[in-house]
């Protein structure tokens, strides 16, 4: 992003901090810290501690009551702590205050995501939304941990001399760039509007699902695409749209950013580009993680975001992906590492296989059970194409 210094170094060191409350219990905000430690990681911190309080409503001027801040402090400078990150929003004067008491790089869940997307975004589309989106957040919130620093000031530009704060003048600098994000954003979308226009007549795809559930695994194997795939949070930003051809019917394949809990709707903003293909799709492939312990909860995540954009009145198959990985189908019998997976048959056969949606159960690291994930795929795809081209000949071209 020109001009703020953004990332931390990749050997920085980070806390997590996080609130207990009754709306979000200790059991589930362990969850909550779990996840926020993967996005640190993924974001090149090493995570050194986590502190949770109980407190029903977050401290108005520094987010956790006095002790705890203190706690916090003591670590901070005891272990040389470079970056303190907490799991909810933060306010302005609540981010203020805490870089004056803490001295160090303070991130809240929603910047820290925007940071990765800023250095997972390829396309010039997704890496100027993100920068608007970030932009946006970041200044009523600007602090001077967040100002573009005096060697890039170069000394002009300023007003008033040395008396002017640098914090006024990268506000400008910053609501400058917003202004000329929107205008290079509007056009880079109406040309993107005139390419989805060209593609109205063939079937389109969506892969969605929660983050690192194994989608860009799954295209690879679809498209055979040289297709990134990481065990890591938001590996995918950009929308990647491939041709697929399967028993003679073409369609479109897009790869979607990951959805995560605990995003603000305004952050939806950040990854509008791959929304869209969402938007656009006939068929959705809802990819499912079913080996993680919340993948209840991720599903309703990736529902509830569906929602919020539009997207509920899809055609949509259920994959529910890692099946060689699930410990047991038996909650009580989750912990006993050394059970084998649960087999195809004893699958089918629970609550998940009863959905509103079809769904199919496979492994695509192992390649396990593509046969029936295509064949579904497929009948779908068929039944949508001939939807659109009703006197379709089988002795087509394709």
């Not at 409503?57 to 272990?79: C, H, N, W």
Request: hydrophobic share 40%; net charge neutral.
């Amino acid at each position: 992003m020109g001009g703020i210094d953004t990332m931390p170094k990749e050997a920085d060191t980070a806390v997590l901090v996080a609130l207990v409350n009754r709306e979000q219990p200790e059991e589930k905000v362990v969850e909550y810290l779990d996840e926020l430690s993967f996005l640190a990681q993924t974001m090149g911190l090493e995570v050194q501690k986590s502190f949770m309080q109980r407190l029903e409503k977050p401290d108005t001027r520094s987010f956790v009551g006095k002790g705890k801040l203190e706690e916090i402090q003591t670590y901070v400078e005891a272990m040389d702590i470079k970056v303190v990150i907490f799991d909810d929003d933060l306010s302005p004067s609540q981010l203020r205050n805490l870089e004056k008491e803490l001295k160090v790089k303070i991130y809240d869940r929603s910047l820290l995501i925007l940071d990765i997307f800023l250095q997972r975004a390829q396309t010039a589309q997704a890496k100027t939304q993100v920068e608007l989106a970030r932009s946006t957040y970041l200044l009523p919130r600007l602090t001077r941990m967040w100002t573009h620093l005096e060697r890039q000031r170069g000394g002009t530009g300023t007003r008033g001399g040395a008396g002017e704060k640098e914090i006024e003048t990268d506000r400008r600098m910053i609501r400058n760039q917003i202004a000329v994000l929107k205008k290079k954003l509007e056009k880079i979308e109406k040309q993107n509007a005139v390419q989805r226009k060209s593609r109205q007549n063939v079937v389109r795809v969506a892969l969605v699902g929660y983050t690192n559930v194994g989608k860009s695994t799954l295209m690879r194997l679809l498209t055979k695409a040289d297709v990134l795939a990481e065990d890591k949070l938001f590996a995918t930003v950009d929308a990647t749209v491939r041709k697929v051809v399967l028993d003679r019917i073409p369609f479109l394949l897009s790869d979607t950013v990951g959805f995560i809990r605990k995003l603000p709707t305004h952050l939806i903003e950040s990854f509008k580009s791959t929304l869209a293909e969402v938007l656009e799709s006939d068929i959705l492939l809802h990819v499912v993680d079913v080996s993680h312990p919340q993948f209840e909860d991720q599903m309703d995540t990736v529902n509830q975001t569906l929602h919020d954009i539009g997207a509920t009145e899809r055609q949509t198959l259920l994959v529910f992906n890692k099946m060689d990985q699930i410990k047991s189908i038996d909650d009580d019998l989750r912990e006993e590492m050394e059970n084998p997976p649960p087999s195809l048959d004893m699958l089918k056969k629970t609550y998940m296989a009863q959905s509103e949606h079809p769904a199919v159960f496979i492994s695509a690291t192992k390649k396990e059970n593509m046969e029936e994930f295509r064949a579904k795929l497929i009948q779908m795809v068929k039944k949508r194409h001939y939807q659109i081209f009703p006197n379709y000949l089988e002795d087509s071209r394709y």
